[in-house]
């Protein structure tokens, strides 16, 4: 199948309209992302009402913005109409105020007061994802009268395969299948095969932990309700799916030591991405110095035993993988409800002895330098001891900082890279220079020089 760009040079409009009605939404929406605003534009125009829609919702935000700022507002207001309301309100929050405010002016009464209703849920919580198009039955109509409203109503609703039952004050009450009412005899009464044992959430409540909810009860949509128990709308799990990625995304930055970019990394210019590392580098290298103190602190006994300075990258460097091993897995606990804030104790335990079990084996393997380097066996046992200290403090504090940080209602992700690389090279320096001044006389070496003592 020819490209839609191709068609479009080619001329060939009645080809290219056929090719549109044939091609998934989705993979559409790919095609346009990579073409030049005006091709996008006159493209975009040459399909129906209900694609063009359909195909808006799988754009990204630069190219809805560049698309709003291309139409008429009154092709922007019926696109504004045809889009499920969660779109649209999705599509209005990235454009700018003047933007917004011509479209949903143009807009029918009941969609604007909608849309601005919505608009003003905090960010990222259960509101702002939402969606009314739902279908609501009440507790006495019977399973015909239910299939009879879902037929003729069905067809404007985000999705019909879970209805939710109300009762005269639209409380929610019990949801209940499509299937459970297809097989049901024609007289039975929806309060008579409802589910009153339902997952909710509210409309403040932030959107991870409904998505958290979403992967725990293996729910396809879920409703939102108001303070007072009345359903305001229902949050499906396609939305749900784009906050996980965004979860996962923002996660990923920040365990790197970023901000958190809200365009895609081609789309961000040079400056936005040096922005948004430059904040945590400038941290990192300050913080660096606590570390050159610490070799400063210990210059007599590194000009005296040349060797040690030899290893402390080897030492840093398995110190802090150790500790951002027990970190990943920490946020990723904590991001799926795997692990809480009252399981800090059993994770420092089970920390403790992933750490003595690692150290042990990398200790050992260490010792093995005696066999090629005979005369160095007392750094060799230094280093050794070292890195079996080190690794088990590592993973005990990578696997708490991201604890500690949900305690304080930070981001888990934010105390576990820059953090905790910072602390875990601080201690490991302190380890490894307290054991070699410790260790040193009862291995058979000068402090000052490092060798043997003479005999006298």
């Known amino acids: ?41 006159r493209i975009f125009r040459l399909m129906n009402k209900d694609l063009s829609t359909e195909v808006f919702a799988y754009l990204d935000e ?75 039955l009440f507790e006495t109509q019977t399973c015909k009268e239910a299939i009879a409203y879902v037929r003729s109503s069905g067809i404007e609703k985000e999705t019909i395969y879970t209805c939710y039952v109300v009762d005269k004050a639209t409380k929610l009450t019990g949801i209940v299948s499509l299937r459970e009412i297809l097989t049901s005899k024609d007289d039975t009464l929806i309060r008579d095969i409802m589910n009153t044992d339902f997952v909710y959430a509210t409309t403040k409540e932030d959107q ?76 990192l290298m300050i913080s660096a110095n606590f570390t050159s103190m610490v070799v400063q602190r210990y210059e007599d006994l590194l000009s005296g035993m040349v060797m040690l300075t030899a290893f402390i990258p080897m030492l840093m460097g398995t110190s802090g993988n150790s500790g951002s091993q027990a970190a990943t897995l920490m946020v990723r606990g904590l991001a799926i409800g795997e692990v809480s804030t009252s399981d800090w104790l059993r994770v420092v335990w089970k920390e403790f002895r992933v750490g003595f079990l690692c150290a042990t084996i990398l200790g050992i393997v260490n010792l093995a330098r005696i066999i090629w380097a005979p005369d160095d066996w007392q750094v060799t046992v230094v280093v050794s001891i070292t890195i079996f200290c080190t690794v088990i403090v590592a993973k005990i504090i990578g696997g708490s900082l991201p604890i500690i940080a949900r305690l304080f209602h930070l981001d888990p992700a934010l105390l576990s890279s820059p953090i905790l690389t910072t602390m875990v090279d601080l201690l490991t320096l302190l380890i490894y220079f307290k054991v070699a001044t410790y260790l040193m006389p009862f291995l058979g070496l000068d402090f000052n020089t490092g060798e043997p003592p003479a005999t006298p």
Do not use: C
Request: glycine share 4%; net charge negative.
């Open 1 to 41: 199948m020819a490209k839609l760009d191709e068609l479009l040079k080619q001329g060939s409009l009645a080809e290219l309209q056929r090719t549109l009605q044939e091609m998934n939404p989705v993979d559409i929406a790919n095609e346009l992302g990579e073409m030049d605003t005006a091709d996008m534009i």
């Open 208 to 283: 991870e932990q409904v998505a958290q909810d979403f992967k725990k009860y293996d729910l396809i949509a879920m409703p939102v309700l108001d303070l007072e128990s009345r359903i305001v709308g229902i949050i499906t799990v396609d939305d749900i799916m784009d906050v996980i990625e965004d979860e996962q995304t923002e996660d990923l930055e920040r365990l790197a030591g970023m901000g958190h970019a809200e365009k895609g990394y081609l789309d961000s210019s040079a400056w936005e991405l040096s922005r948004n590392r430059i904040i945590w580098l400038l941290v």
């Open 62 to 136: 630069n190219d809805h913005k560049t698309i709003a700022r291309q139409l008429t507002p009154e092709e922007a207001k019926r696109l504004v109409e045809d889009m499920y309301l969660d779109d649209a309100v999705d599509f209005l929050s990235e454009l700018p105020a003047d933007m917004v405010k011509t479209i949903t002016d143009g807009a029918a009464p009941e969609i604007r007061h909608l849309i601005n209703t919505f608009l003003k849920y905090p960010e990222n919580s259960a509101g702002s994802l939402m969606t009314v198009e739902f279908v609501r």
